[in-house]
């Protein structure tokens, strides 16, 4: 913030409660395509067994989503996305907004924290699935203007020959797999059980060890203590379990 801005604290909205809310990144996409009175969704608030359900359900409008290589009908949006609330705890935190060039106004004091996560159905999985190819990097295509002229020096092996076979022994006969298609096994088991050991998933996806661990650092974490130690799991925006016992403890039972 600039020295020359000027806080406008007036009508005390410092003690009006906000929530701050994590969503998708594609979700926030899609919120930026409604109109100026238009509407994103609906937020319902429910009391189950002595416990608050917060769920956003998605305008229908806003469903359809567009993608390289894809139909705009063949990819929807998942719409239901329940909160994962967590306490605020001993942390002030306000939200500010800023109407034009001169002027920064206090909105509110937060007074909830939340994730906003999808319902996983087949339509979420096609989601994150496009997700994880377009942030893989894309290759360059340069034109010379003349051939390039290196003078090679035989030599008895090369440097890549021995990295190879040195390779070759630490992965035994396995063989990489497309990218894909490691991302399709991958999520299917986990939607089965939510932690497996490392040695678990290279059984099951038949995969190097270098490769998979790869894989498995974009789209998981590995527990380093507790009763899971060891294991890996989806990160939260891939996974679709119930939050763990510790984010349950964590969570605040009313709002």
């Known amino acids: 913030m600039s020295d020359k801005k000027e806080v406008n604290l007036s009508g005390l909205r410092q003690n009006k409660g906000v929530w701050l809310v994590k969503v998708p990144k594609y979700l ?26 917060v769920c956003f359900t998605l305008n229908e ?6 993608a390289a290589g894809e139909k705009e009908e063949s990819l929807q949006a998942p719409r239901e996305y329940p909160f994962t609330m967590h306490t ?5 935190m306000v939200v500010f907004s800023q109407a034009d060039a001169d002027e920064v106004s206090l909105e509110g004091t937060v ?12 339509s979420y999985m096609k989601v994150k699935r496009l997700q994880v190819k377009s942030v893989k990097p894309q290759r360059l295509v340069q034109q010379l203007d003349r051939a390039v002229a290196t003078v090679f020096k035989p030599v008895a092996n090369h440097d890549f020959n021995l990295e190879y076979e040195k390779k070759k022994k630490s992965d035994g006969k396995m063989v990489r797999a497309d990218r894909q298609l490691v991302l399709d096994l991958l999520f299917s088991a986990f939607e089965k059980h939510q932690y497996y050991s ?40 891939y996974r679709h379990h119930q939050p763990s016992e510790e984010e349950e403890q ?6």
Not at 61 to 66: D, F, G, Y
Not at 199 to 228: A, F, S, W
Not at 250 to 255: L, R
Request: proline share 4%.
């Open 250 to 255: 964590k969570s605040p039972s009313s709002i």
């Open 198 to 237: 490392f040695k678990d998933l290279v059984d099951i996806t038949k995969q190097p060890v270098t490769y998979l661990k790869e894989i498995m650092r974009e789209i998981g974490v590995c527990n380093r203590k507790g009763v899971h130690k060891s294991t890996w799991e989806l990160k939260p925006e």
């Open 111 to 122: 007074v909830h924290r939340a994730e906003c996560r999808p319902v996983v159905s087949d």
């Open 88 to 92: 605020v705890g001993a942390q002030t």
């Open 28 to 53: 926030s996409q899609q919120w930026e395509k409604v109109t100026e009175k238009g509407e994103v969704g609906k937020i319902s608030i429910e009391k189950k067994q002595g416990k608050t359900e």
């Open 61 to 66: 409008e806003l469903a359809a989503m567009t």
